[in-house]
C-alpha cells in the first residue's frame, strides 16, 4: 500500500462505453497528477492539480476528462476512447505542486476493445 | 530533443558488480531530480532524489549530479538479482503555470545470479 490508492486495477472496455478511474491519495498531499504509460514510451502527463485547482493540461484529448473534488480525490472520466489510448493510467501524489517527489498508485490497466 | 534522455538497455552486470545507470536532461534550469525503480507490472517507487552539485549516497544507491554537463546518475553497488527492474530519471521543469515531473524511457537493469 503506497499511500495512493487506484480502482480499478484493469479495465477493459468498448470504443463506445463511459467509464471513469478513480484515485484517493492518503498522503495529506495538496497535489495530484495522471500519467499515461505505453509500452516503450516514457510517462506522459496529463493532468496536474494543485489544491484542486487544474494547473496543467497537456494537450490532452477531451476524451479524457479529469475531475479533482477535493485535494484527496482524482478521477479521470473516459468516453468514447480509440485503442491506442489503451495503456498504464498511472495516479500520483506530492506534497505540493512545486516539484516534489511524488508518490505513485498501483495503476489501472486499462485496454480499449 | 527528448527532455530527459536514458540508454534504454538493457544494462547486464553480474550480481555483486556495480551497476551505472546514466541520464542528460535538457533544461538547465532543473533544479530536482529523482531516480525511480519501477518492477514489470508495477508502479514506479523513488528511490533516490538529489538537489545539489556532488554524490548523495543512500546505502546501496549513489546518485551523482553535474549540473553544468546536465548529466545525473545512479550507481547501485554490489548488485543483486532483486534489482532487475526499469530505473527512470526525473526532472523537475517548470512549465507554464506549474512545476511537473518529467521522465526518461527508462533503463532496463539485469543482475545476473
Known amino acids: 500500500e503506497t499511500g495512493v490508492t487506484q480502482t480499478p486495477r484493469h479495465l477493459v472496455m468498448g470504443m463506445t462505453n463511459k467509464k471513469s478511474l478513480k484515485c484517493e491519495q492518503h498522503l495529506g498531499h495538496n497535489a495530484m497528477y495522471w500519467y499515461k504509460q505505453s509500452a516503450k514510451k516514457p510517462l506522459e502527463l496529463m493532468f496536474v492539480?494543485?489544491?484542486?485547482?487544474?494547473?496543467e493540461n497537456n494537450s490532452v484529448p477531451s476524451r479524457f476528462s479529469p475531475e479533482c473534488p477535493n485535494s484527496s480525490h482524482l478521477f479521470l472520466h473516459l468516453h468514447t476512447l480509440q485503442p491506442e489510448d489503451s495503456a498504464l493510467y498511472l495516479c500520483?501524489?506530492?506534497?505540493?505542486?512545486?516539484?516534489?517527489?511524488?508518490?505513485f498508485g498501483s495503476g489501472t490497466r486499462l485496454t480499449v476493445v | 530533443q527528448k527532455e530527459v534522455e536514458q540508454n534504454s538497455g538493457p544494462l547486464s552486470v553480474p550480481e555483486g558488480a556495480i551497476a551505472s545507470l546514466n541520464c542528460t536532461y535538457s533544461d538547465r534550469g532543473s533544479q530536482s531530480f529523482f531516480w525511480y525503480r519501477q518492477y514489470s507490472g508495477k508502479s514506479p517507487e523513488l528511490i533516490m532524489f538529489i538537489y545539489s552539485n556532488g554524490d548523495k549516497e543512500d546505502g546501496r544507491f549513489t546518485a551523482q549530479l553535474n549540473k553544468a554537463s546536465q548529466y545525473v546518475s545512479l550507481l547501485i553497488r554490489d548488485s543483486q538479482p532483486s534489482d532487475s527492474a526499469t530505473y527512470l530519471c526525473a526532472v523537475v521543469h517548470l512549465g507554464d503555470s506549474s512545476y511537473k515531473l518529467i521522465f526518461g524511457s527508462g533503463t532496463r537493469l539485469l543482475v545476473r545470479p
Open positions: 492539480y494543485n489544491f484542486k485547482e487544474q494547473t
Open positions: 500520483a501524489s506530492s506534497p505540493s505542486g512545486e516539484g516534489g517527489g511524488y508518490t
